[in-house]
């Protein structure tokens, strides 16, 4: 292979691959600074002139005459006189010798392995030039489509044939894929594994969230609206708690939009995950209050020195601000970064309910009195939330917690 035909089909490659023209003009001379080294020794005497566009590449050699029996003979920069006379009869000693290098002189190995060594090269660049472009953007949203559906991820390819990958941890817990169909999540993070970079999306991420009510929101996305927070339980509920600094603009209003027109193209994103919008404020006892919307509060009683809240209603806003699955009152803790506990402002129970008390021939007093410290005194109370919560809420171990269910519903069936 010449020195124009191994150019011109690295520069083909190059310009593939989107590589700039210095760039690429950049790796030809490492690459050939290295063969030079391999075979000289030294490279600091050699010139490499490369024109990519016409597949010209000259390797110069300089040299400075000296005697014959002299001690620099060894040099590397050095060239005996009748060394030199032998190129040009007419040199002197003292003058510098210009020698052209041909790429046929590395011997055909030296020249084959350059050649993938520069196309080695061009991969690597492509490689880091997609980690760049994506570490960049994290935290953007992005669209995909998708080509394989992996029981551990979900595989797209982007506008410029990359893979990206959305991880089942990151998947909306009702998103179903199909090959083919385009996807928006935003860029989670971005690593290098093994030198391959690995982009990972997410569609779980409160971020993801907020870019949506950037998309559909102008408000927020000209900053006329301030998203202080997102707490999500993804494709379930979220709450998002914004603020105005604009006292002629309702953020709540803004976000939600007319009859419900720009909260519903998120909803619709999220596949239906409900979306409580929250007007933040300083003043902690009115954020709680919406925090366990639609829950009608009565009073409230906050210990900031142990991160809790008592939350005290009538018996039936309750359920209201517990939620299916204790939903709502997890959310409205995270939100509000405090731990809330529920209370029923009196004593007297609905016919339907049951207080704790009565099981005590079943459940251990000291687990009674625990459930009550979180505001738990009747059945139904407790079973409107899930074995995790009650375990994160409590002291109770997870089997004591199974025990105690299967109890209350026994009182149900």
Not at 45 to 68: C, T
Not at 315 to 326: E, F, M, T, W
Not at 327 to 344: G, T
């Amino acid at each position: 292979m010449d020195a124009s035909t191994l150019v011109e089909s690295f520069a083909d490659f190059a310009k593939q691959k989107n590589i700039d023209r210095p760039t690429m003009i950049r790796i030809l001379e490492d690459v050939f600074r290295n063969m030079i080294r391999k075979k000289y020794e030294h490279d600091d005497n050699f010139d490499i002139i490369v024109n990519s566009d016409k597949g010209d590449l000259e390797i110069w050699r300089f040299r400075e005459i000296v005697e014959d029996d002299s001690e620099d003979i060894w040099d590397h920069d050095k060239i005996s006189l009748s060394e030199a006379r032998k190129i040009e009869p007419d040199f002197e000693v003292g003058e510098e010798v210009a020698e052209e290098i041909h790429l046929e002189d590395f011997g055909r190995r030296a020249v084959s392995t350059a050649r993938q060594t520069l196309m080695q090269k061009v991969k690597d660049l492509e490689k880091d030039i997609l980690f760049e472009k994506y570490k960049e953007i994290v935290g953007e949203i992005i669209s995909g489509e998708v080509y394989q559906v992996l029981s551990r991820e979900v595989l797209l390819i982007d506008g410029e044939g990359n893979e990206i990958s959305l991880p089942r941890s990151e998947q909306i817990p009702k998103d179903r894929y199909r090959k083919g169909e385009t996807i928006r999540a935003i860029v989670h993070k971005v690593e290098m594994i093994n030198g391959n970079p690995k982009i990972i999306l997410s569609r779980t991420s409160p971020v993801f969230l907020e870019r949506l009510f950037e998309q559909e929101v102008p408000e927020v996305y000209d900053g006329l609206i301030t998203i202080k927070k997102v707490i999500r339980e993804p494709g379930e509920r979220a709450k998002v708690a914004v603020e105005s600094y604009d006292d002629r603009i309702d953020p709540v209003g803004a976000c939600v939009g007319m009859k419900g027109s720009r909260i519903h193209a998120i909803v619709r994103e999220l596949q239906n995950e409900n979306i409580d919008v929250i007007n933040y404020t300083e003043n902690l006892d009115l954020y709680i209050t919406r925090a366990l919307s639609p829950a009608k509060i009565t009073s409230i009683k906050v210990d900031k020195e142990n991160g809790r809240v008592s939350v005290y209603l009538k018996p039936d806003q309750v359920s209201l601000a517990i939620g299916k699955g204790g939903l709502n009152i997890k959310l409205a803790s995270r939100l509000v970064d405090m731990e809330i506990d529920v209370f029923r402002e009196d004593a007297e129970l609905q016919d339907e309910d049951v207080d704790l008390q009565e099981f005590s021939d079943e459940i251990e007093g000291w687990v009674i009195e625990e459930l009550k410290r979180i505001g738990l005194d009747t059945a139904k109370s407790v079973l409107a939330l899930d074995v995790e919560e009650l375990v994160r809420r409590t002291d109770l171990e997870e089997e004591t917690v199974e025990i105690v269910l299967k109890a209350l519903k026994k009182e149900f069936e």
